[in-house]
């Protein structure tokens, strides 16, 4: 049996993300895969057992990264503005250190593939769900259904990501998000969460 060669799972892992980010799932079989990292296709399986579980791992490895990174510093006890304001920082850096990997999850999570995944992310949805049920508990965010609390909490963010990532606005225009446009964003989408006095 061959020993594993953690430098070349890697090759492999990251050769695989960037693969589907560009051409799509269909666009990556084991053999194009083998070429590309330039391993036998026989060396993939030393790693994987097929594609699909290759695929499932790079998602939980995806989603294992961007929950150690969007929770860096954050606690679900924490001040709801501020918190959030944490999240959508963490988020924003996730995004530009790793753009393949949230390009990915992304594919990777609106693809029925994702039904076929083990969840490793509980500790993160668990503080996620922690933080919103504190801020209700406070009474520093209305009683909305999850969906319109997330659409107004995140919804704006990721809007933006996507047009950063494309580098294209509505109008076609070039753009790129910075900490300024972000923060200008974060204080307009807080305010559709403060509670109506």
């Known amino acids: 049996m061959r020993v594993k060669d953690e430098q070349k799972a890697v090759l492999i892992r990251e050769k695989a993300?960037?693969?589907?980010?560009?051409?799509?799932?269909d666009g990556l079989s084991m053999h194009k895969l083998a070429k590309a990292v330039g391993?036998?296709?026989?060396?993939?399986?030393?790693?994987?057992?097929?594609?699909?579980?290759?695929?499932?791992?790079?998602?939980?490895?995806?989603?294992?990264l961007f929950s150690r990174e969007t929770m860096r510093g954050f606690d679900p006890d924490m001040d709801f503005?501020?918190?959030?304001?944490?999240?959508?920082?963490?988020?924003?850096?996730?995004?530009?250190?790793?753009?393949?990997?949230?390009?990915f999850s992304e594919q990777f999570r609106n693809s029925p593939l994702i039904y076929q995944t083990d969840n490793r992310i509980d500790d993160f949805r668990h503080s996620m769900r922690q933080f919103h049920a504190n801020a209700l508990r406070r009474k520093?965010?209305?009683?909305?259904?999850?969906?319109?609390?997330?659409?107004?909490?995140?919804g704006p963010f990721y809007i933006l990501a996507g047009f950063?990532?494309?580098?294209?606005a509505l109008a076609g225009k070039p753009f790129k998000l910075h900490e300024t446009l972000l923060k200008q964003t974060f204080d307009r989408a807080i305010l559709s969460l403060k509670p109506i006095v």
């Not at 950063?164 to 294209?168: E, G, I």
């Open 164 to 168: 950063h990532l494309q580098n294209a």
């Open 17 to 25: 993300i960037e693969m589907i980010v560009r051409e799509g799932f």
């Open 39 to 64: 391993i036998s296709v026989s060396t993939i399986y030393i790693y994987f057992k097929n594609r699909e579980e290759m695929l499932n791992q790079l998602y939980i490895d995806a989603m294992a």
């Open 81 to 103: 503005e501020a918190g959030l304001w944490l999240q959508w920082q963490n988020r924003y850096r996730f995004i530009r250190q790793y753009p393949l990997y949230y390009q």
């Open 140 to 154: 520093q965010i209305p009683d909305l259904p999850v969906e319109i609390y997330w659409a107004l909490a995140y």
